[in-house]
């Protein structure tokens, strides 16, 4: 069973989407069904759930009640993909109701498959980098992407990720895993396979993945890293000069020219962001408990703010939910803050909190498999832990 999770949520950034009437479905979304009939045949025999299991199921159900309150009310006509969008959702639970079948060396498979991941990833970056690997790309994005022409022309890579922005968090978010091995292992091998996503993330030049990364990488390693001053002192000057060498080596006009036009006014991107929240504001006010729903037949399904997507969409209840889903991770990440996995969480819960400012981590296709995963890793190191700890006493 521990393969079929590891293999599921690792597979939403590692392999391309599969086209299902003309929808790119994840493999993820697949191995799901699989991986419930395998829990219910071990649930038959000893019915165990965790706690973790209920938020995706919670935030699956609030879709619901969410889009069927906006059809009674008559704020957005009836459409069954409304519903649909509860599977973003749903598809986890299989994922996280897994977790006490799952065995200590689980944690072993995980690690050798973000590995395999990360190999396949970074060279699919590098082909884009240079150039080559155009299919590669056109399977990953699909023929009609907006995107391919930005890609063609070498101005931004998208990795394995949908658009140039989930490429840049998937970037960083293995810049984050090896940062975090390394603060475990201190083997230098993973610093340098970090800046490699660094590299690979500027590349993208998502403006706020890179914002995101530096913030809560800095956060963790000034606060929760352990070194001596002297040695952190040293390491972020590091950091510095290398990011000042990276923004003055590459041509990364798209990103220092939209922050400079942010600061005149003239970011398109970023105005278009603050219209979308200030016309989600104005729709949470007609329904602010429930909110109005997916409600795709009346509104544009394109918002690109996760924050504005939920006050409009599902309302304090939405609010209250992921409320607590964060605080659940970074209890989760606290306890384990020592360890890769830990860590991992945390940085990565930072990033995701900056991120949903101007796109989505929760509401995408791809990137909520990757917060799944640290949870499910999480849970598992824990157990680890506290055999280890009985064996000791013994």
Not at 45 to 63: Q, W
Not at 66 to 85: C, H, K, P, Q, Y
Request: glycine share 6%.
């Amino acid at each position: 069973m521990s393969v079929f999770v590891c293999f599921g949520l690792v597979s939403s950034i590692a392999l391309p989407p599969l086209s299902v009437y003309g929808l790119g479905v994840y493999i993820v979304t697949f191995v799901s069904p699989l991986l419930a009939l395998l829990v219910f045949m071990f649930w038959s025999k000893a019915p165990v759930f965790h706690f973790s299991a209920l938020f995706p199921m919670l935030l699956g159900l609030m879709v619901c009640v969410s889009a069927l309150f906006s059809w009674f009310m008559g704020f957005s006509s009836i459409n069954t993909r409304d519903l649909v969008e509860s599977i973003k959702y749903f598809q986890f639970f299989p994922y996280l109701l897994a977790i006490p079948f799952l065995g200590l060396k689980s944690v072993d498979i995980f690690h050798r498959g973000l590995f395999l991941s990360a190999v396949v990833v970074g060279c699919i970056g590098f082909f884009q980098v240079l150039g080559i690997g155009e299919f590669i790309s056109r399977i990953y994005l699909g023929a009609d992407s907006a995107h391919l022409d930005s890609l063609i022309s070498g101005r931004r890579i998208t990795l394995t990720g949908s658009d140039p922005n989930v490429g840049g968090v998937i970037a960083a978010f293995f810049c984050v895993y090896f940062f975090s091995m390394y603060a475990v292992s201190r083997k230098f091998l993973y610093v340098f396979f970090s800046i490699i996503f660094v590299f690979l993330c500027f590349l993208t030049q998502s403006r706020t993945a890179l914002v995101a990364l530096v913030f809560a990488l800095s956060t963790y390693f000034l606060f929760f890293f352990r070194a001596f001053i002297l040695y952190k002192f040293v390491f972020l000057v590091f950091g510095f000069f290398f990011l000042l060498s990276m923004i003055y080596f590459l041509d990364l006009s798209y990103l220092y020219l939209g922050f400079q036009y942010a600061l005149e006014g003239r970011n398109n991107s970023l105005n278009v962001r603050l219209d979308n929240m200030v016309d989600a504001y104005y729709r949470f006010l007609q329904s602010p408990v429930v909110g109005l729903g997916p409600a795709k037949s009346s509104f544009s399904t394109i918002i690109d703010s996760e924050y504005a997507l939920i006050i409009q969409r599902y309302g304090l209840l939405g609010v209250f939910l992921f409320f607590c889903y964060f605080v659940y991770l970074l209890k989760l990440a606290y306890s384990l803050v020592c360890n890769a996995w830990g860590g991992s969480l945390l940085i990565f819960t930072l990033i995701s909190f900056m991120v949903m400012m101007t796109n989505n981590i929760f509401s995408g296709y791809q990137l909520m498999s990757l917060v799944v995963l640290l949870n499910v890793a999480c849970i598992l190191s824990l157990r680890v832990r506290e055999a280890e700890a009985k064996e000791a006493n013994l």
